[in-house]
């Protein structure tokens, strides 16, 4: 799948097969998190995979936005340092996560957020060094979606030429 095609399919999927990812996908999925720039190259993230349905349902428990996560195949906690560039960075492997994963059939959903994650640090035995980004629940979506069809502004009410206010044609 080419990247812009990746990006303009994937989709927030919140309901998952019960069908383990394979170990190769699993591995690309980190990989592209690792692989993604940071500020200063400081790389200031922690990825935690998780397949274990115990601790899935104890994530599912902890993240009020997203207790789907209980349901999916595998999870990844990230944890990111308490450094200026890291919620940055942490979102850019995020998103790369999550368009490897849509690359594969696998579906994803961004749940929390630092400060709502509290519980997880303890869940994970997460050093207080570092705070719980996201969760995201990764699996093969359970029903046909649309892929592509999504309800967006038009591209002159979300960007400009130029200067603000200037139509980008």
């Given at each position: 799948?080419?990247?812009?095609?990746?990006?303009?399919?994937?989709?927030?999927?919140?309901?998952?097969?019960?069908?383990?990812?394979?170990?190769?996908?699993?591995?690309?999925?980190?990989?592209?998190?690792?692989?993604?720039?940071?500020?200063?190259?400081?790389?200031?993230?922690?990825?935690?995979?998780?397949d274990d349905r115990e601790t899935l349902g104890r994530l599912g428990a902890a993240a009020t936005s997203g207790p789907?996560?209980?349901?999916?195949?595998?999870?990844?906690?990230?944890?990111?340092g308490k450094t200026r560039f890291a919620v940055s960075d942490g979102s850019r492997a995020i998103q790369s996560m999550?368009?490897?994963?849509?690359?594969?059939?696998?579906?994803?959903?961004?749940?929390?957020?630092?400060?709502?994650?509290?519980?997880?640090?303890?869940?994970?035995?997460?050093?207080?060094?570092?705070?719980?980004?996201?969760?995201?629940?990764?699996?093969?979506?359970?029903?046909?979606?649309?892929?592509?069809?999504?309800?967006?502004?038009?591209?002159?009410?979300?960007?400009?030429?130029?200067?603000?206010?200037?139509?980008?044609?």
């Amino acid at each position: 799948m080419e990247v812009f095609e990746a990006v303009r399919t994937v989709l927030a999927v919140r309901e998952y097969q019960d069908k383990p990812i394979p170990p190769d996908i699993v591995r690309k999925i980190v990989e592209a998190g690792q692989l993604t720039g940071s500020g200063m190259n400081t790389q200031p993230w922690h990825f935690i995979v998780v397949d274990d349905r115990e601790t899935l349902g104890r994530l599912g428990a902890a993240a009020t936005s997203g207790p789907y996560v209980a349901q999916a195949p595998l999870a990844i906690v990230v944890a990111i340092g308490k450094t200026r560039f890291a919620v940055s960075d942490g979102s850019r492997a995020i998103q790369s996560m999550m368009l490897a994963a849509w690359e594969h059939g696998v579906g994803s959903n961004w749940v929390g957020f630092i400060g709502g994650l509290t519980a997880v640090n303890e869940i994970m035995k997460i050093p207080s060094a570092l705070d719980v980004l996201a969760i995201l629940p990764f699996g093969y979506p359970t029903r046909k979606l649309g892929k592509g069809r999504k309800a967006r502004k038009a591209i002159g009410q979300v960007a400009s030429r130029g200067r603000y206010g200037q139509p980008f044609a």
